[in-house]
């Protein structure tokens, strides 16, 4: 099973702030690395897929690079809307299919 | 507009057994793969189990491997969980969530969730 870790664990940023989340796979996994978005009270939202691909309706200002076994999800200048729980997930070798522990992106 | 809306999720005792459901509309449900994806509140996401657009095939995490079943009725736009030999770990918020690749081209990417409903196991 490939494990993901995330880092940091939590972010404390002020609007207009560039975010930077790490995602680490125990093994490769290519580009088959995708992003999700998590708001208190709701369900994930795909952000990001294949690494660097925007889904559907998701804003410029999020994007994402890496491959292999590092990963990383940029949020170029952070909107309030934004502050939530971001977790990567992998789809290279599954199943299972596996998450990330998750980076709180706290407002500062 | 598509909606998943998930249910069945009530306090159960260890051991015991529980059907989630999973009611889809807005899309035609038997192009896609769906999963069933649980975190715990507070906590991260754990992947459960999938179910192949035709029913043909199904996977599980080891964590549920030989204690749930996944299944679907397309008749009836319709996913099922059942769940047997539950365990406290089993405590978390159930999601029904529909894969992004249409038939074949099943993708393990998770575009629709529904809101989740709470399995709590506890004596």
């Known amino acids: 099973e490939i494990v993901l870790t995330q880092s940091p664990a939590a972010l404390s940023l002020s609007p207009g702030e560039r975010a930077t989340l790490s995602c680490r796979a125990s093994q490769s996994v290519s580009t088959y690395l995708a992003w999700y978005q998590q708001k208190p009270g709701q369900a994930p939202r795909l952000l990001i897929y294949?690494?660097?691909n925007r889904a559907t309706g998701i804003p410029a200002r999020f994007s994402g690079s890496g491959s292999g076994t590092d990963f990383t999800l940029t949020i170029s200048s952070l909107e309030p809307e934004d502050f939530a729980v971001y977790y990567c997930q992998q789809r290279v070798n599954w199943p299972p299919l596996t998450f990330g522990g998750g980076t709180k992106v706290e407002i500062k | 507009e598509m909606q998943l809306v998930e249910s069945g999720g009530v306090v159960v005792q260890p051991g015991g057994s529980l059907r989630l459901s999973c009611a889809a509309s807005g899309f035609t449900f038997d192009d896609y793969t769906m999963h069933w994806v649980r975190q715990v509140p507070g906590k991260g996401l754990e992947w459960v189990s999938l179910i192949l657009w035709d029913g043909s095939s199904t996977y599980y995490a080891n964590s549920v491997k030989g204690r749930f079943t996944i299944s679907r009725d397309n008749s009836k736009n319709s996913l099922y969980l059942q769940m047997n030999s539950l365990r406290a770990e089993d405590t978390a918020l159930y999601y029904c969530?529909?894969?992004?690749?249409?038939?074949?081209?099943?993708?393990?990417?998770?575009?629709?969730w529904g809101q989740g409903t709470l399995v709590t196991v506890s004596s």
């Open positions: 969530v529909k894969d992004i690749g249409p038939r074949g081209n099943y993708k393990g990417l998770f575009d629709y």
């Open positions: 294949d690494a660097s």
